[in-house]
């Protein structure tokens, strides 16, 4: 017999070095429950669902999806049922997403990677302890609207919780907070269907206004009840967000608001203008006002220069529209300063289009067109001066065909027909002969 021990190998798996924890509270969201629970199969260590009074199959379908649910009576308070769901993890850190809200599965894996690198960085694990990136608001037809800041992945430590009844956040430092430009949350409860069907808005407001009565001159608060109060489509309401919205910009700068929710103040006025030529002077005041607040504000130049368009003073609105166009392509935009831009890049053209117009500048009328119709080649209102820009610049019938095929299907009889009507409408008759010529070839 050998002398030599027999050593019994040591078949446990070195712990992992993060041990993610995913979390939510729900309500009545058997649609989105799969889909929220489904992208942090693979990466989470748990996942705990704490139902506040569900009615539907959302409890059902969690368990069987392998969730630890959890019960909680509602006491009208978000911050009280987040911290929780805190209090069951036992992973190192958490992910705190809504039921419609989901980390792409590509995201998820950039999500853990990035972890592991805080993690076995001493500088990073010492000073980080919670990861912000942008969430993405889309439509119902998946299209970004919005997109904004949030803090969703933290630590799983004491001192870290919710608080607030409404619009509950994290009570950190954010020095301990590092931006992960790279990962996006998408949030689907934007659209408005969403909405409607959760009536989530008088609820919201009721509770905004407790929290009011407890807190009279948070600011914070107030902008949360004038953005709840202008979606109610009640006149009374939506003066009431204005008044308060108009306070919040009143204030000046350094009133102890919220950089990002006092941007949301300025951006409602800014939108209202809009969509109202005759307030472009009130526009552009408003927007320098809040350029001089917030410097290089690309949400707020873009306003500007849309301002500056409908003034005809369209030299400096290029030049706002391009310095625009060139920080989201450099990546050099910053996410809060430009939300709306952010989701929807394609807000510029139009605007740059006029604005090349007013300059005499063919060249970019062309190239930005071209961009907006090969988006929707059925826009008249843009073909049309796409058109008229290539006759003003000598283009022959034969040359102006060529150019269109670039965008339009000449075999497709209806995209001939909005070629031609276009043609008409802008004094191109022979053009407009052309390619009737061609669609009654075809």
């Known amino acids: ?63 069987r999806m392998g969730a630890k649910v959890y019960r909680f009576e509602w006491v009208d308070d978000f911050s009280a049922a987040k911290n929780h769901a805190i209090e069951q993890a036992t992973g190192n850190w958490i992910a705190f997403l809504d039921a419609d809200e989901y980390f792409s599965v590509i995201d998820a894996k950039k999500l853990m990677i990035f972890l592991k690198r805080i993690q076995t960085d001493t500088e990073m694990r010492e000073k980080y302890l919670a990861l912000g990136c942008s969430l993405v608001n ?63 808005t008088e609820y919201n407001i009721r509770m905004i206004r407790r929290e009011l009565k407890e807190n009279p001159e948070d600011l914070n608060l107030k902008v949360y009840l004038a953005d709840s109060l202008k979606n109610t489509g009640n006149q009374e309401c939506i003066a009431e967000a204005e008044t308060l919205f108009t306070e919040i910009i009143d204030r000046g700068i350094g009133a102890p608001v919220t950089p990002m929710l006092k941007r949301i103040a300025y951006t409602y006025f800014m939108e209202k203008y809009a969509r109202d030529p005759s307030k472009s002077i009130e526009m552009e005041e408003l927007c320098r006002m809040g350029l001089d607040e917030y410097p290089r504000h690309i949400d707020f130049e873009y306003f500007l220069a849309c301002a500056l368009n409908n003034q005809g003073e369209y030299k400096e609105a290029w030049e706002l529209l391009v310095s625009c166009e060139a920080a989201l392509a450099e990546g050099s935009a910053d996410l809060a300063a430009a939300a709306k831009i952010t989701a929807d890049p394609a807000l510029l053209f139009p605007q740059m289009v006029l604005a090349a117009q007013g300059l005499g500048d063919v060249e970019n009328v062309i190239k930005y067109v071209t961009i907006i119709l090969k988006a929707d080649k059925t826009l008249q209102g843009t073909l049309r001066p796409y058109i ?10 034969d040359e102006l065909i060529t150019l269109l ?11 001939l027909l909005i070629i031609a009507q276009a043609a008409k409408d802008c004094g191109a008759i022979e053009l407009a002969r052309k390619i009737l010529a061609i669609a009654d070839e075809s």
């Open 1 to 63: 017999m050998s002398n030599k021990r027999s050593r019994k190998k040591n078949t446990r798996l070195p712990q992992p070095l993060i041990r993610l924890s995913q979390c939510m509270i729900v309500k009545n969201e058997e649609k989105n429950i799969g889909k929220a629970l489904g992208w942090a199969k693979s990466v989470a260590f748990e996942q705990i669902v704490v139902d506040t009074g569900s009615t539907d199959k959302t409890v059902e379908i969690a368990e």
């Open 138 to 200: 889309v439509d119902d037809n998946g299209n970004p609207v919005l997109v904004s800041e949030q803090v969703r992945v933290f630590r799983n430590i004491p001192s870290i919780r919710y608080t607030a009844r409404i619009h509950e956040r994290l009570d950190m430092d954010i020095d301990n907070m590092v931006w992960v430009d790279e990962i996006k949350i998408i949030h689907t409860g934007y659209a408005i269907t969403e909405r409607k069907e959760k009536g989530r």
């Open 388 to 397: 008229a820009s290539l006759l003003k610049r000598g283009a022959s019938t």
């Open 405 to 415: 095929k670039s965008i339009y299907d000449f075999s497709d009889h209806n995209d």
